[in-house]
């Protein structure tokens, strides 16, 4: 599955942002989507994940409550919308491929797309 993600760029603190991971294939519901986050000098951490019915979904603490993930299969498309943006939540956004929810190993990467939270 080759996964393109979309939706970056530069917000406010306080804003809001969409973005979007599309699969190649028909077989993207096979598959958990998550996103994971790196920011400059630090290590990729996970943000969020979706099961591959979209019924479950799991956060990292720093962004319950703010972001939400969700999928469009007959889309072949995974969802993230972040809402009361923050300067820490800088970063280069990846979305991943997984046979279960939030669990390694990550098949598929994204190429990663940057959000910048200016304050």
């Known amino acids: 599955v080759q996964l393109q993600a979309s939706g970056g760029g530069l917000v406010q603190a306080g804003g809001s942002l969409g973005l979007s991971c599309a699969g190649s294939?028909?077989?993207?519901?096979?598959?958990?989507m998550n996103w994971f986050r790196q920011a400059p000098g630090k290590e990729r951490e996970f943000v969020a994940a979706?099961?591959?019915?979209?019924?479950?979904?799991r956060y990292a603490d720093s962004v319950k409550g703010r972001f939400t993930i969700s999928r469009d299969n007959g889309k072949n498309t995974a969802y993230l919308q972040m809402i009361s943006l923050k300067s820490e939540d800088t970063a280069v956004y990846y979305c991943?491929?997984?046979?279960?929810?939030?669990?390694?190993?990550?098949?598929?990467w994204g190429q990663g797309t940057q959000v910048t939270v200016s304050s």
């Open positions: 991943a491929a997984s046979p279960t929810l939030a669990t390694r190993p990550f098949r598929y």
């Open positions: 294939e028909r077989t993207f519901n096979a598959y958990a």
């Open positions: 979706v099961s591959r019915g979209g019924g479950t979904t």
